[in-house]
Structure formats: structure tokens, C-alpha cells
């Protein structure tokens, strides 16, 4: 047991694992990493699981009959990934029996629906229905159209991760939806104790956008603030969190058996080879949220990150201050989250793209 990694665990953060495999899973690495690493969830994407299935023989098998059905690659690309995370939540199931947070297991819709509110939510049903596990979570992305998914699957019953996350304004639009979602659930009948959610609000990629500005500045002031706006910025979306969990709404749905949607700090690897490798984890240490880290982050937490308690409570103030400062150099801080936002659905579109051509590559192969 890596003592580092259950420090961070102790002190409230669940650590979760930013990749899947077939491999990771059929030869116990996954388990291994539970026992050993404090692990108790795992996200993913569509570049992970194209880098698995391009790496993988262990999906050979399931192509070549999926490709003998005449499957289109759409299908086969849905069928490789539902069975693996259906097979993560079974790894995890111990882990979901003992919590009511934990053991979770995210997949995404498809990226290109990301600006269609119905779309999306036939790719959320679907998913949901495949997977069949109660501690799946689907990835609905924040954007303006995602919102209405966001509530109307939270209705349904469905569990949601939200992803691609950049600004506070979004965030509290996030946190609108899913209480909005869990009253409507509550009308129709449903158990809110079932309803899990999460909200992945993006790290690393704020200091990558606010950087490079900071440095075409190029000022003594605006050089000092590099590597400060990420974790700013996190901390305050933390302090919107406090302030719904602590509103009337929130209570009557808390004691009607409702969950809280943790702040999840996603893209936590660190970019810039100048700051710590751990700076993600170690100063976003706080209770009741998820850090999902690649795997050379956890290790390099497991190897030297220094675990010093609490390091987001309270902190609002002094990162705000942080923001101000990066506006007062001449940076337009909104272009910035918009920028970020819009870059984001065109990742996540890229990456699907990147997917289906290694799964096209595979299923030529599988032809052959």
C-alpha cells in the first residue's frame, strides 16, 4: 500500500484512475491497483481507448467476430468499449458495495453529438442500457446544449459525469442542472440514493492557456503568475460547491436521500516540465471530491507528493485575488474560459476521430 496515495485518500480525495484497458483488466492490474494504490474509480475517453485497442491483442478476437456480424465500425467501436467498462465496474463492484460515492467507472457519449441535446441523450440511454452496471457514469459534456441532457438523464435515473468544465459560471449551470435533474427524479418516483454524479472541472489546461498569454505580456508582474490561475481557478469552483451544498434546495434533496455531484479535478497531469509533477494533486487536497489522474501522475503522488491536509477550504479569497491579479496584467479572463471551451468539444471531437480510425484499422486487419 503506497502510504502517500492513502494519505491523499484519508484526506478525502477519491483517486481515480484516468485509463482502461483490456489488458489492465484480464490481467489484474486494475485489482492490483485498488489494493495496492488506493484507487476506487477509473475515467476514460476515446483517445484512451484507442490507444488500448491499437495496442491490444486481447481485442483481436471480439473484432474479427464483430466484423464476421457485418458490424459498422460505430457499433464496434460501442460493443470493445461497453464490454470493458462493464468489466471495470465488476472489478469495482467491491468497491461501490462498501461506499456510496466510489468504484465508478465513466464512458462517453459520442463527442460529435456534444451540440445536440437529444442526440445526447440517446447515446446517454444507450450506454446506460449496454452497460447495465449501477456504478457506471456517463459523460455528458458542459456544453450549453449538454445542460438539458444533464437534467433529463439525472431524471431518468441515469448517473453523469459531466465533463469539459472551464469556468465557474458553467460549473454553477452544471450544479442548476443536476439538482434540477434530482427533482424531477424525485417526482417520478425514483430512489435519489441511486443517482451518483460527478462534475470534471479541467485543471492543467488552464495554466496552459493562461500562460503562454502571461508570457506574451512578458512583465515582471504577469511572469510571477504563471502556474497560480489553475489552481485558482479550482479552488473558487470548490467554493461554489460549498455554497450550494450549504442552500435550502440542496438540503430538502439531501434528506430526501439525494448525493452530492463531487467537483472532479480532471486533466491533473502536469504540462509544463518547470512545476512540480504533483501540483494538481497536492494543492487541491480537500474532502468530498475526485482527482482522476493519469497514470504517471499517480505514480509520481505515490513516489513523492507531499499530502499537508486541507488545502482548499478557505481559500477563495487569496483565489480570487490570484484571478484579479492575471485580469489586472491585461488578460480577458471570460476569452480565456471561452477559448478553453471551445477547444475542449473540438478535443473531444478529435478524439473520437482518432478512435474510429484505429478501430477502422483494426477491423481492416481483422478482414485481411
Known sequence: MSERLKALSDAGVSIWLDDLSRERIESGNLAELVEQKSVVGVTTNPTIFAGAIADGERYDEQVR???????????????????????????????????????????????????????????????????????????????????????AATAEGISVNVTLIFGLERYRDVMDAYLAGLEKAQEAGIDLSTIDSVASFFVSRVDSEVDGRLEEIGTPEALDL???????????????????????????????????????????????????????????????????????????????????????????????????????????????????????????KKSWTELVETVEAQMEKARA
Open 65 to 151: 467476430s464483430l466484423v464476421a456480424e457485418g458490424r459498422s465500425v460505430d457499433e464496434v467501436i460501442f460493443e470493445l468499449t461497453t464490454e470493458d467498462v462493464r468489466n471495470a465496474c465488476d472489478v469495482f463492484a467491491p468497491v461501490a458495495s462498501a461506499t456510496s460515492y466510489d468504484g465508478k467507472v465513466s464512458i462517453e457519449v459520442e463527442p460529435d453529438l456534444a451540440n445536440d441535446t437529444e442526440a445526447t441523450m440517446a447515446s446517454a440511454r444507450a450506454l446506460w442500457k449496454a452497460v447495465d452496471r449501477s456504478n457506471v457514469l456517463i459523460k455528458i459534456p458542459a456544453t450549453l446544449e449538454g445542460l438539458p441532457a444533464i437534467t
Open 226 to 348: 504563471r502556474g497560480k490561475a489553475a489552481v485558482a481557478n479550482a479552488r473558487l469552483a470548490y467554493a461554489a460547491f460549498e455554497e450550494v451544498m450549504g442552500s435550502e434546495r440542496w438540503t430538502r434533496l439531501a434528506q430526501a436521500g439525494a448525493n452530492p455531484q463531487r467537483p472532479l479535478w480532471a486533466s491533473t497531469g502536469v504540462k509544463n516540465p518547470d512545476y512540480p509533477d504533483t501540483l494538481y494533486v497536492t494543492d487541491l487536497v480537500v474532502a468530498d471530491t475526485v482527482n482522476t489522474m493519469p497514470e504517471k501522475t499517480l505514480e509520481a503522488v505515490a513516489d513523492h507528493g507531499e499530502i499537508e491536509g486541507d488545502q482548499v477550504t478557505g481559500s477563495a479569497e487569496g483565489a480570487q485575488q490570484v484571478i484579479d491579479a492575471v485580469r489586472g496584467v491585461g488578460i480577458d479572463w471570460d476569452q480565456v474560459i471561452e477559448v478553453l471551451e471551445t477547444e475542449g468539444v473540438d478535443k473531444f
